[in-house]
Structure formats: structure tokens, C-alpha cells
């Protein structure tokens, strides 16, 4: 229990001091975007390479790797079945609503809560696989084509292959499937790099909350409540179910149970703020099952610990 507060405390600091910031006006009214470039662009790239160079191939393509992909397939088509032939919404618009639903804090908090709550972060690395080098590539190229009008394949291929974060996850894959050790010289430059990312990225979103409610825009609140409750109630469920059908053993049950537990990753509002489309929706997401996660974790370390 004491790991689910301990990674809690580090990322509720980080959004704190973000709020403070916006608060007070400290770095003027782009730091917003500039921050969101900044992670985008640069050190998320770094972040990613690192941790899928250092996983262990075993465990990235472990049996961990079907049942949190047919999770998240379940939770991202059922959201955007109803968003888009039930809400009406724009194809952009239910990408980042599809995504707050059900990619999950692999990284941020799946990381720490991989440690402290199941023992080892490597844990993680299966989800942050799965949505790094499927899941984004198919978004990305949804949003690019939807944002900027262009129905070309080629281009739209072309377009998501020069993604830096894209780059920065195959590069990292590569380095772990081919058993390349990286000496000390080339390795601890980019750690360096990719420890920024994270605090950058929580104070970025603590930012956001500055001067805003949840649930305030009208015309988007049942978008986010059905993410949010597909987020922190069916998704964790529905895991459970799919690693009974593929009869993983009690521990692993626990392991991606707790991962689909995850609240929704700040990497969507990233992308939301990158395309100028569903910010406001994402945001409130990320903020309601971050918060709402919480509980969640407790009852499955109960239930299944």
C-alpha cells in the first residue's frame, strides 16, 4: 500500500507545484505551449528510448502483452462507437476521447506504481510497448490526417514515421531486442534527458488547472464521464476477465489488473494541446481518474494482493 502512495505523492507534487506556477504567472502566458513542445518534441522521446532500451525483452512480450492489448482494444472501440454514431462527435475529437478512456499512465505512474506496489517497474514495460508502438502510430496518423485535412496514405505514413515520440520507442526496441549494452558515455546523457520529462509534464498539467473546473463545459460533460467511468471501472473488469480467459496465474492477474487500473496518461492531454482538439475533454479525464484511480488500486491490492 505504502508504494501506491508513495508514487501518488511524487506525481501530486509535481501537478502542485505546476498550479503554483500558473498561479503566480512565473513564466508568462506561452509557457504552456512552449512546455508542451518542449515534451513532445524532446524529452519524451528521451523517456521512451530509456525505458524500452533497459526492459527485458521476456518481459515485454510476455503474456502481459495480449491481455493489455485486447483490454484497451475493447475500451477504445466501445468509446468510440458511442462517441461517434451515438454523441456525434468530430473523428478528432473521438480519438483523444477514445485515448482518455483507455490508454493508461504507463510511464508517469505506471512506472513508480510497478515498483513500489508490484515489486519491479519492468512490470510496465509490456503497456508501454503496446500503446507506443501500435497505439500511437494509429492515433497519431487519425489526428494527423483529421487536423489537417489531408486523405493521402502516403503522406499520412510519412507524417506519423517522423513522430519523434514513435522514433525515440523503436529506436529503444531495437536496442532491447537486439541485447546492445549501451556504455555509460551514450546512456547517461539521455537518462539525463528523460528525467526531465516527467516533472515537465506533470507541471505542464498542473498548469492547465489553473483558473478551471471539472465538468465545466456543457456540451462535452457525458464525454467525460463515459471515459471516465470506462477508465476506472470497466477497463480494470474487463482486464480481469481477459487474463481469467487466458488463464494467467494469481500474480500475474494482479499485474495487469493494477496496470489497466491506471489512470488515464498525461500524454493524451499532450496530444490534445499538440492538435488543438478535445483539450478541455481530455484534461478533465486525466484529472478525474487520477484522483479516482486511487480507491480503485486499494480495492484491487485487496482483492487480488
Aim: proline letters at 6%; hydrophobic letters at 60%; a positive charge.
Amino acid at each position: 500500500m505504502s508504494g501506491i502512495l508513495t508514487g501518488f505523492a511524487v506525481i501530486a507534487l509535481a501537478v502542485v507545484v505546476g498550479y503554483v506556477i500558473a498561479r503566480i504567472d512565473l513564466l508568462g502566458p506561452h509557457a504552456r505551449p512552449v512546455l508542451s513542445r518542449l515534451t513532445f518534441f524532446v524529452l519524451s522521446p528521451f523517456l521512451l528510448f530509456v525505458v524500452l532500451a533497459r526492459a527485458d525483452v521476456k518481459t515485454l512480450f510476455s503474456a502481459l502483452l495480449p491481455v493489455s492489448m485486447i483490454t484497451a482494444a475493447i475500451i477504445i472501440l466501445g468509446y468510440a462507437l458511442v462517441s461517434r454514431f451515438v454523441l456525434r462527435r468530430r473523428t478528432a475529437e473521438t480519438v483523444i476521447g477514445s485515448l482518455s478512456a483507455g490508454q493508461v499512465n504507463s510511464n508517469n505512474i505506471g512506472i513508480p506504481i510497478s515498483l513500489y506496489m508490484l515489486g519491479d517497474a519492468a512490470y510496465s514495460a509490456p503497456v508501454i510497448l503496446f500503446q507506443l508502438l501500435v497505439l500511437m502510430p494509429i492515433a497519431l496518423g487519425i489526428l494527423d490526417a483529421a487536423t489537417s485535412g489531408s486523405r493521402s496514405p502516403r503522406r499520412i505514413l510519412a507524417q506519423t514515421a517522423k513522430n519523434p515520440m514513435l522514433i525515440g520507442s523503436a529506436l529503444g526496441v531495437l536496442v532491447a531486442v537486439l541485447g546492445i549494452h549501451l556504455p555509460p558515455i551514450v546512456m547517461d546523457p539521455l537518462a539525463f534527458f528523460a528525467a526531465a520529462c516527467v516533472p515537465i509534464l506533470l507541471m505542464s498539467y498542473g498548469m492547465s488547472l489553473y483558473g478551471q473546473r471539472v465538468l465545466t463545459e456543457p456540451g462535452r460533460r457525458v464525454d467525460v464521464i463515459i471515459a471516465s467511468v470506462l477508465k476506472l471501472v470497466a477497463m480494470p473488469a474487463i482486464a480481469w476477465g481477459v487474463a481469467l480467459a487466458f488463464a494467467l496465474p494469481a500474480d500475474q492477474i494482479l499485474i495487469v489488473v493494477t496496470l489497466a487500473a491506471l489512470p488515464t496518461a498525461q500524454n493524451v492531454f499532450n496530444f490534445a494541446q499538440r492538435y488543438g482538439v478535445g483539450e478541455i475533454l481530455s484534461r478533465d479525464v486525466v484529472f478525474i481518474s487520477t484522483l479516482g484511480c486511487l480507491p480503485v488500486l486499494f480495492g484491487v491490492a485487496l482483492l487480488l494482493g
